[in-house]
């Protein structure tokens, strides 16, 4: 493989290589269109124009989510079945387990199908699988343990279960009824004989495929609420306040979960941290204080990425989900706030776990990472030494994000040997690695920028060895490269409080929507700047007669005589915290001179 080389419209910074993406030049009549129609300032129509929402009904409903916009829950294969089932178990009083798995995703699933079904009269029992011990999904040894506790007259998974044909198939043989739910790419071959709901099944008809396992799982409630919630006293009015409840934990978890933030998934994302503000729950308003969101706010996506989703995966990741499914589900304030500190100390325990791990790896890589060499990080140890199985994939990411490759991290269990991996920039390694994880591997999957995998310990050497080549003769520094995604150009003047109050419609950010990123060109810096936060600078920056407040977190290693000139600037605009002031949030700058920036224009 070639070394990586920045070329002329990218910088080479913290070791890494960044580029700009150019948005191509809004129509202007489209532009003025919006502008006009919304009200809003002539930027944030480009950027609107620049993401596909040219037409003003579309813009509108964007920037102006409404439940009124989510579709019919029954329009989704294998709903009206599954109502069927579980509202005769709900009116005779019959038991159902609800098999979920241990992430915010699939607790957040559980915690409001078992709401629901036990408010409608049916004995609901929630099972979650323990990370460690039992592993991810309906694993037929796990499903015949949750039947024997619990002896119900169906199963129900949530977040999991579309891969699951012979655990299925041997609940059916029991005389059990089984509902899977599930948003995970299908197999070739499906679990026969049970009632199977996901989005991206076949023949699924539904308008909007990215709903994550507590999306599905909020839909399915939404449509017993419809069909059977006026039997239980749960009339229109009710039920759409029922609705709003369990929309503030299917929030939680769309975001964790980053699926896409556009559709159903923005509507339920923004109705349910609205609602946040007034949390009510008893578990919810203590994981809220221990997230240090201010009472009476609702949090931002990503407070609740790096704040809240951290602290409800933790329980899983050290030990059991079960004590993160009691928060969201308790009633009592007193329990809710003990429930709230353990999880606490198991988020404390588990970063304090990760930071360790990820300078063990970098230490051990140091003398032996080669960029120009290698494609692919893969590291292994023993649990015994802070290789825990439960913080892997997150250690993983760190490394990935250091070495600006893909990482793969492993623990040693007796003859086995497990982990997760997780990808950087563009590589597709979850498509790169299968071939030979499946020659060598028991269990394996995930998706193109995650995945997990347990191989036989005897195996290990010759797995490394392989993936290590593929990935060295398949790399493409491309892949590397780290680029800013430029929505409009942006004018000095248009910088103010008017643009930052528009800005703000475009939350909630994440997948699919992250925040609007502009290029102001021929700004000129002095040079003079102070130092703030770990790797930060605070500047002031200039065009003609206009100053601009600017903030670049990762710019303190800029050396001195790089910090005057004039320059092309990709930044964030809003206000800024410390002085109130409309600012811009510096992601990186470009000398001016560049000639290939003159095809972006404004319109």
């Known amino acids: 493989m070639r070394p990586e080389t920045p070329g002329p419209e990218e910088t080479a910074r913290n070791g890494g290589t960044r580029r700009l993406a150019l948005p191509v030049a809004p129509n202007p009549e489209a532009v003025e269109r919006l502008r006009l129609a919304l009200e809003v300032p002539a930027a944030i129509a480009r950027v609107l124009v620049s993401r596909g929402l040219a037409n003003v009904a579309d813009a509108k409903a964007f920037l102006s989510p409404d439940p009124s916009g989510l579709h019919d829950p029954f329009l989704l294969a294998g709903i009206p079945q599954a109502v069927e089932k579980l509202a005769a178990t709900a009116r005779s009083g019959g038991r159902v387990v609800v098999f979920g798995d241990y992430d915010c995703d699939g607790v957040g699933a559980v915690a409001i199908l078992t709401t629901v079904l036990r408010r409608l009269g049916a004995d609901a029992r929630a099972f979650i699988p323990h990370r460690i011990h039992d592993g991810y999904g309906l694993k037929p040894a796990v499903m015949a343990r949750a039947l024997a506790e619990h002896e119900p007259d169906g199963l129900v998974t949530v977040d999991c279960g579309i891969t699951a044909v012979d655990s299925v198939a041997e609940a059916l043989d029991r005389g059990l009824y ?17 009632i199977l ?31 059977t919630g006026e039997a239980a006293g749960i009339g229109p009015q009710k039920r759409l306040s029922w609705l709003a409840s369990l ?12 699926v896409p933030l556009t559709g159903e998934n923005r509507i339920l994302a923004s109705w349910g941290l609205a609602g946040l503000a007034d949390p009510r729950s008893p578990g919810l308003t203590a994981l809220l204080a221990r997230s240090a969101i201010s009472p009476g706010c ?4 990503r407070e609740v990425a790096f704040r809240i989703a951290p602290r409800l995966n933790a329980a899983g990741r050290i030990d059991h989900a079960y004590r ?27 970063r304090s776990m990760q930071a360790r791990l990820v300078e063990v790896v970098l230490k051990r ?11 692919i990080v893969i590291e292994a140890g023993e649990v015994a030494e802070g290789w825990h199985r439960g913080i892997l994939g997150i250690a993983a990411s760190r490394v990935a994000a250091e ?8 623990s040693w269990d007796g003859e086995w040997v497990s982990g997760s991996g997780r990808t950087y920039g563009k590589t597709p390694l979850f498509e790169r690695l299968a071939p030979v ?14 995945l997990g995998l347990t191989l036989p310990a005897s195996s290990y050497d010759a797995f490394r060895e392989e993936a290590g080549r593929v990935f060295a003769d398949g790399g493409d520094p491309e892949e590397w490269i780290e680029e800013i995604r430029i929505d409009s150009l942006l004018l000095a003047s248009e910088v103010n409080r008017e643009l930052v109050h528009s800005l703000q419609k475009f939350e909630p950010h994440g997948m699919q929507n992250p925040r609007p990123v502009f290029l102001l060109r021929g700004l000129t810096w002095d040079g003079a700047a102070r130092s703030v936060g770990e790797s930060g600078l605070r500047f002031t920056l200039r065009h003609e007669s206009l100053r601009l407040d600017a903030v670049g977190w990762e710019l303190a290693a800029t050396p001195p005589e790089a910090r005057r000139g004039t320059f092309d600037v990709a930044a964030q605009v809003s206000l800024d915290a410390y002085t109130g002031r409309p600012s811009i949030s510096v992601l990186d700058l470009f000398p001016s001179s560049n000639p290939s920036l003159e095809r972006a224009t404004c319109s």
Not at 247 to 258: G, H, Y
Not at 403 to 410: A, E, G, I, S, Y
């Open 197 to 227: 709901i996901d989005p991206k099944l076949p023949g699924c008809t539904y308008p909007f495929k990215d709903l994550c396992g507590a999306g599905i799982s909020w839909k399915l409630c939404e449509a017993l609420l419809i069909a």
């Open 178 to 194: 089984v509902i899977v739910t599930d948003h995970h790419l299908p197999p070739s071959a499906l679990p026969q004989g049970g």
């Open 437 to 450: 994880a499946r020659r060598h591997a028991r269990d394996f999957g995930g998706h193109e920028a995650a």
């Open 365 to 375: 890589i140091a003398k032996t990472f080669s960029a120009e060499r290698d494609g």
């Open 247 to 258: 929309a503030k934990i299917a929030a939680l978890s769309t975001i964790a979960d980053m």
């Open 403 to 410: 070495v600006r490759r893909p990482v793969l991290l492993l």
């Open 298 to 301: 609702p949090p931002s996506a």
């Open 324 to 350: 993160s499914l009691e928060l969201l589900t308790t009633t009592d304030k007193s329990r809710a706030d003990a429930l709230a500190e353990e999880i606490e100390l198991a988020n404390t325990e588990r």
